[in-house]
């Protein structure tokens, strides 16, 4: 008789246990899916990082842009101290983008051309006085009066307007007004001829490039 009530106890024990047992083997597997999703986040935030990257790289070339005019102002400042004062109404690349051509309009109306090394720091030829007739003083007195911007200020706005490096920039007239015409390269290899008014730097046209 007392051997039953022992048996009787060990089922009844046994049984009360596996209802337990049940449930913490449950808990385990809920906990093991839930680490899985832990591991799994990172991918699904893979889309917000591409987007950072990309954002970066608009913001790179943005920057880039303007570190392309940096030999370009820094080679007509250069130009202009060579002079010893004057107004910068052209500066364009040449001998495939070695050097600098620059042409200083001094307060005679006459014109001073400077050759500047590519990085816009040091004079290799010049100044060289221009020959200039009346004709050319007058339209030389009547850009720099006209030009409020300075090449610097119509490099900015080209490139504002077309991303890119500006390798070509004067002054000159266009249906009667005076505007700044440059030539930006863009990165794919483009070139826009951009043209502004050069007193308030409104964008008169901007146009691709087609000649070989």
Do not use: Y
Request: aromatic content about 2%; proline content about 2%; charged content about 20%.
């Amino acid at each position: 008789m007392q051997t039953t009530k022992k048996t009787t106890t060990r089922r009844i024990t046994l049984l009360t246990a596996l209802p337990l047992v049940g449930a913490l083997t449950l808990a385990g597997c809920s906990s093991d899916d839930d680490d899985r999703d832990d591991d799994a986040a990172p991918a699904a935030s893979a889309p917000a990082a591409a987007a950072t990257e990309g954002s970066t790289g608009a913001s790179a070339s943005t920057s880039g842009s303007a570190a392309g005019n940096d030999a370009l102002i820094a080679a007509a400042g250069t130009a202009r101290k060579a002079v010893g004062s004057g107004t910068v109404t052209s500066i364009e690349q040449e001998a495939g983008g070695t050097s600098w051509e620059v042409l200083v309009v001094t307060s005679d109306g006459d014109e001073q051309e400077v050759h500047v090394d590519a990085d816009g720091q040091r004079t290799t030829a010049g100044p060289t006085k221009e020959t200039s007739d009346a004709e050319d003083v007058t339209e030389n007195e009547r850009f720099v009066g006209a030009a409020d911007l300075s090449v610097a200020q119509a490099a900015s706005t080209l490139t504002k307007t077309v991303s890119g490096t500006v390798t070509e920039l004067g002054l000159d007239d266009h249906a009667g007004a005076v505007v700044w015409e440059g030539d930006v390269l863009g990165g794919s290899g483009t070139t826009h001829s951009v043209r502004i008014d050069a007193g308030s730097g409104k964008v008169v046209t901007n146009t691709v490039d087609t000649d070989d």
